[in-house]
């Protein structure tokens, strides 16, 4: 899921790093919102190290993309930790100064805060009557626990325990189990056909949008077979510690076809996000190829590459649903379902999901745009947004589908 971590300015914020940690770890997208004072304890450079994403504590930055809405609308789940008895005031009144204000007021998940502070601060009136009211409103409060505090003295106001914030967290949003029982397998990135030893015929797929897949599927309960082509430097560490999830990597096209096959078979879905080579090269020379043994010009016989996904489907068992990705350039959106339904068709499938692409569009973004064909040419989703939002929607459609 998609959870902010609000960091407020106090000591404690050292252990929210082990917090945010433990989050990504279990296969969370991760976005911090530091406040300035909180800058003062753990820096910018931490946060953006354990989230894997960008942090910013102001409102000003990103304009374009709209960052303080954007943040709080997306978020599944919010934690401050530290919550700091300033910003368990500014909580209580709506103060919106910064960007983890803002994105307090912008959003609708359920929030949980993790107080923080010296026990007199904890038990003065301002911060009873504040938490109260926040309480009121439906925000969720762990701790502070009692112990020893940062001045020697000991009392109400240390941060509980990042386990215990996470444990709290979690209990809050309950986990889809949808695909519990289920096993899957996924196809993810771009596969590359040697030329020579040094030289590959490659393309810019990412791999998020197959990782994200894998992820949703395993969030919902799914053991997942991710079987990952070349994909972008650290997309694979959101999916290397989730239980439910195994890896294999691959490279060409025959090895995602092995691996495919071998993952599929007693699969119950398969889904190929992978972009693979539609051709291979001929003849792949031993020896690189120079410059000074040709005469200016150079010549690639390529030969196609059998299509796995026709393949699965010509294997497909009993209650097995297989699933395709297709990236189509086209002018407009009928354009593009009539492209998709076309090739729904000619590869059989249960379900393809359908994404317009162009030079900036699609391949290497965050956002994706698909439509989701089903085997009678209905439209059965049709989703804009983040690749893990695209992901469950297309998962959705899988269990309307297997319903049927
Ligand atoms: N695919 C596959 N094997 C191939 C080529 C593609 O399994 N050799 C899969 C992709 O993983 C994707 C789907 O087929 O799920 C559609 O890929 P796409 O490239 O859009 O379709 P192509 O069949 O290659 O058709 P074209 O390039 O002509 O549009």
Known sequence: MFVVVGVSGGIAAYKTVHLVRALVTNGHEVHVIPTEDALRFV????????????????????VAEVRHVALGTRADLVIVAPATANTLAKMATGIADNLLGVTLLATTAPVLVAPAMHTAMWEHPATTANIETLRGRGV???????????GGDSGPGRMSEPEEILAAALALVPERSDLAGLTVAVSTGGTREAIDPVRFLGNRSSGRQGVDVALAAADRGAQVRLVAAHVEDGILTAVAHHPRITVERVSTAADLRAAMHASTGDADV??????????????????K???????GTATLRLVANPDILAELVAARRDGQTIVGFAAETATDEAELVERGKRKRARKGVDLLAVNRVDWARGFEAAENAVVVLDDGDAVVAEVAGSKRAVADALWDAVIAHRAR
């Open 43 to 62: 820096g910018t450079t931490t946060w953006e190290a354990v989230s894997r994403h960008p942090v910013t504590t102001s409102v000003h930055d990103d």
């Open 140 to 150: 969720h409060v762990v701790g502070p626990a009692d112990g020893p505090l940062t």
């Open 289 to 295: 190829i120079r410059k000074e043994d040709g005469d």
């Open 270 to 287: 398969a889904v190929m996000v992978a972009a693979v080579a539609d051709f291979r090269v001929d003849a792949v020379s031993d020896e």
